[in-house]
């Protein structure tokens, strides 16, 4: 099966950078995601890594080791709008595990 | 415009009672999946669906079932076997093959069991 551990709760102030990590252990690793979800909507997709190293996208990165078993969600010139909740996904065989969930609060 | 539908957003039963969730997707996507998630915890799998006519049971199946007859449509029945069904369902599709197998997900149905 899948185990996936992400922090609760981050805070962060508007204009900094903020880190999210994931740690996962896997029976099958088809590649790791990122999705954003604010309260009552759906997730939206963020980013995708299936090989080693670090994918950005505008003021969205995202790194993988797959060795180590870990991911981070790296997001730069925090907006007020990222207050939401980021979770990290892992796709096996089929399917994909999500973690609980990390909740980003920006404060000005 | 292609997309996932899930209707309706906000769904009230009384307890007891079978009630239907219904996802409909036109991204011609092989593979359906559903969620649920319950407040401040991540999305759990009830069942998924990857080709027409078959599925199988996620981490939390029972008190669930489902049907796949079309590629287009997976809906899931919340039966009063399921112990509490109070809680936010969300559908979500998939292309086989795809560049980098994207889960698309419908806007889900906030299901409130009285």
């Known amino acids: 099966g899948q185990n996936i551990d992400q922090p609760t709760e981050m805070t962060a102030t508007e204009g900094a950078i903020v880190q999210i990590n994931c740690t996962y252990q896997?029976?099958?690793?088809?590649?790791l995601f990122w999705y954003q979800q604010h309260a009552g909507e759906a997730p939206t997709f963020l980013s995708y890594?299936?090989?080693?190293g670090l994918e950005e996208k505008g003021r969205f990165s995202s790194f993988l080791s797959r060795s180590k078993g870990y991911s981070y969600l790296l997001l730069k010139e925090l907006q007020m709008k990222d207050s939401a909740s980021y979770l990290c996904?892992?796709?096996?065989?089929?399917?994909?595990?999500f973690g609980d969930g990390t909740t980003l609060t920006v404060k000005p | 415009d292609g997309g996932i539908t899930q209707s309706p957003k906000y769904l009230f039963r009384k307890e007891g009672q079978n009630v239907t969730l219904s996802c409909e997707q036109n991204?011609?996507?092989?593979?359906m999946y559903w969620y649920r998630q319950d407040p401040g915890q991540g999305l759990r799998l009830i069942y998924y669906?990857?080709?027409?006519?078959?599925?199988q049971k996620g981490d939390i199946a029972e008190g669930y079932s489902v049907s796949r007859e079309k590629k287009e449509s997976f809906p899931l029945t919340v039966t009063s076997a399921q112990k509490n069904p109070t809680a936010f369902y969300l559908c979500?599709?998939?292309?086989?093959?795809?560049?980098?197998?994207?889960?698309?997900f419908g806007p889900g149905t906030r299901l409130t069991v009285l």
């Open positions: 996904a892992v796709r096996g065989p089929g399917k994909s595990t």
């Open positions: 669906s990857q080709i027409v006519n078959d599925f």
């Open positions: 896997t029976s099958g690793f088809n590649g």
């Open positions: 991204l011609n996507h092989d593979a």
């Open positions: 890594n299936v090989l080693d």
């Open positions: 979500a599709s998939i292309t086989s093959g795809g560049k980098n197998n994207e889960q698309f």
